[in-house]
């Protein structure tokens, strides 16, 4: 079995980025745009532009080492889903929760995966799921975030909490 990839949002790419690298299991995480229609996006137009496009990460995984389900569980946690075009202080439709997936297997797990989740939250879930139709890789400056600048205050502010959310919650299934 080869591995296997999945394209998710919940805010900035940098805390979903810096979060699944620490995932055993995942290969590669590479931050990007989808579910938009602008081609080529870019950081910039897609933050003054209406380019329908999310900031997105691309996470390639060993399914035999750890699974869809269990890429969606941690994705359920370390966001908050309940809110639409927002995570915290990062607001707008580029900022949105969202799962883009490739095929029907995939279409099924997170249907599923989206039923278990919405027991761990008293509002409704807004989610967008739907079918991946380009995934356009970001800059280089935006790979790799959070180990290149720990110090900067986002990463210190926002992106820290969320990986010790992940390590409290999911230490069985990190590196």
């Known amino acids: 079995m080869g591995m296997e990839t999945i394209v998710i949002g919940g805010g900035c790419f940098w805390c979903l980025e810096a979060t699944f690298q620490l995932v ?12 938009g ?18 900031e997105v990460v691309e996470v390639t995984f060993n399914p035999t080492i750890i699974n869809l389900a ?7 946690v370390i966001h908050d889903p309940t809110t639409k075009d927002r995570q ?3 607001v707008g439709s ?22 278990d989740a919405q027991r761990l939250w008293d509002r ?37 909490p969320k990986l010790q959310k992940l390590k409290s919650k999911f230490a069985n299934k990190l590196k």
């Open 124 to 160: 409704p879930i807004v989610t967008e799921v739907k079918k991946l139709d380009v995934f356009y890789e970001a800059e280089a400056y935006h790979h790799n975030y959070f180990q290149n600048h720990p110090e900067q205050a986002y990463c210190q502010l926002v992106i820290n």
């Open 94 to 115: 580029e900022y949105r929760s969202v799962i883009l997936w490739s095929d029907d297997t995939q279409k099924r797990v997170i249907d599923k995966s989206l039923i």
């Open 88 to 90: 915290g202080n990062d």
């Open 37 to 54: 229609t602008k081609k080529n996006p870019s950081y910039d137009n897609l933050h003054s532009e209406d380019t329908g496009h999310a």
């Open 24 to 35: 055993r299991g995942v290969d590669k995480v590479l931050p990007g745009y989808a579910g």
């Open 70 to 76: 269990d890429i969606l569980e941690i994705f359920w």
